[in-house]
């Protein structure tokens, strides 16, 4: 692999730009063209790889490995078809080389064909010397594609080449979890540790495992030797932290975020977790601290504004609320739970307007949960807005065609706009209990005997 930063390839970078400075031309030969060139891709400057690309050629034509530089840097501007065009071309020139048959995969990739892909990085394979990078490429196809199965015998591969791949051991395990293979996630694991038995990685993610296995004195004992694997491991103090306070050991969960705080710079998160934990002991002061200092690290984290919204719901301080939440929704207009605790507020503190505002916005935002909607119509119905009601519990109603309670509300809202018809068929009073016709009664009191005699 190219050193970016060797002496030759600096050397033959500084004399480029002094030639782009003047007017002359200095000659290079190819090698060190493909030097500069991968050189500026490495660093993200294409326009000057470009240039030395258009020089390059212009100096050497029949250099395919220059040619498929030009095929990457069309692949980069997603130009497709150029860049295979070029490849078909050199594939003439030279058909052995991989590099070809890698970058058709990654057209394809990028394309969205995983399957032909696949089959490009298997012809790839089949001739490289070196394929531990086909393998892993192999797997991440695999587990774009969601086969599983697949993507783990290859990254498996590329595990057992090299121990200390942790990329390759993240999507492994990723394999495995989808595919609920516990044992084999935990096997794998133990192969890591076998090779490295202070791998704070392996320990770390073998501790995560045992807490979904339910495996509470393993998993701390594995977070624990993560940590004496390496001291100033943040991962492994918040890991341990949130298991301690899920089964109620909040000081020494407290002890474990604070040692977090210390050994990394402070995150949104770990004081969400430390407002959450103060707030179970009681420390309603030190709670408020953590969770406002939680959402001034990361104003745009929503997780940490409901933290702290939350909070003041709990202690039933809605002008609290009130001023966090239309805070957060400045910077999170489009976070849905966001707008349920505006809903529940409004609510709460009988705001119709206000809730039937949040109500829409949920619905604008895509979220067609049927307990908003029955909400949503409830609002509605209240204020007597019969000609919107009727509307959203139309779109309602195709959504959940067999949901009695959004069914009933229509009904009520055809008889309030005349179309008792259409209210009749949506309610078929023939099919109501007695549940059902108390509910109906006490949303339309006014059409209770209409209901009655539909029935008789």
């Not at 090299?162 to 935990?186: F, K, M, R, T, W």
């Not at 890991?239 to 474990?256: F, H, P, V």
């Not at 104003?299 to 002008?319: A, G, H, R, T, V």
């Not at 069914?407 to 706009?417: D, S």
């Amino acid at each position: 692999m190219l050193n970016y930063n060797s002496e030759e390839t600096q050397s033959s970078v500084l004399k480029f730009e002094q030639m782009l400075k003047t007017n002359l031309i200095y000659f290079f030969d190819a090698q060190e063209f493909e030097d500069i060139i991968i050189h500026y891709l490495g660093f993200g400057e294409n326009q000057l790889a470009k240039k030395a690309l258009k020089l390059a050629l212009e100096q050497h034509p029949s250099s395919y490995e220059l040619m498929l530089l030009q095929s990457e840097i069309f692949i980069l501007e997603e130009k497709y078809e150029l860049a295979l065009e070029v490849l078909e071309y050199v594939e003439k020139i030279n058909p052995f080389d991989e590099e070809i048959a890698l970058q058709k995969a990654s057209i394809s990739s990028k394309k969205g064909d995983h399957k032909t892909s696949i089959n490009q990085l298997h012809q790839a394979l089949s001739i490289s010397e070196d394929p531990l990078e086909i393998w892993n490429l192999l797997g991440m196809e695999h587990l774009l594609a969601e086969e599983f199965k697949e993507a783990s015998f290859f990254f498996k591969n590329c595990l057992d080449e090299n121990p200390e791949d942790y990329p390759s051991l993240y999507n492994l395990l990723h394999c495995h979890e989808q595919l609920g293979q516990v044992e084999s996630a935990i096997s794998c694991l133990n192969k890591v540790l076998e090779f490295d038995p202070y791998s704070e990685i392996a320990w770390l993610q073998l501790g995560k495992i045992l807490v979904k296995s339910g495996k509470i004195k393993e998993a701390l004992s594995a977070f624990d030797f993560a940590i004496i694997s390496d001291d100033s491991f943040s991962g492994a103090y918040i890991e341990k932290g949130i298991l301690l306070e899920s089964i109620g050991r909040i000081n020494e969960a407290i002890e474990n975020y604070e040692v977090a705080m210390k050994t990394n710079d402070p995150t949104s998160f770990i004081h969400k977790c430390l407002g959450r934990c103060h707030e179970s002991l009681g420390n309603y002061e030190l709670a408020q601290k953590f969770y406002i200092k939680s959402i001034q690290l990361e104003p745009s984290n929503e997780k940490s504004w409901e933290s702290l919204i939350l909070f003041y719901f709990n202690q039933k301080k809605y002008k609290k609320v009130k001023f966090y939440l239309d805070r957060a929704l400045k910077s999170n207009s489009d976070s849905i739970s966001l707008w349920k605790k505006s809903l529940e507020l409004y609510t709460l503190t009988g705001k119709k307007e206000k809730a039937i505002d949040s109500c829409r916005k949920l619905i604008e935002l895509g979220n067609y949960e049927s307990e908003i909607l029955i909400q949503f119509l409830d609002l509605l119905i209240d204020e007597k807005k019969w000609i919107e009601a009727y509307k959203i519990g139309k779109e309602a109603y195709i959504s959940f065609p067999e949901n009695r309670k959004i069914a009933i509300r229509i009904a009520g809202c055809c008889f309030y706009l005349s179309k008792n018809d259409e209210g009749l068929y949506i309610l078929n009073p023939s099919t109501i209990n007695n549940s059902e016709q108390a509910l109906f009664s006490s949303l339309f009191p006014n059409f209770k005997k209409l209901l009655i005699d539909s029935l008789i």
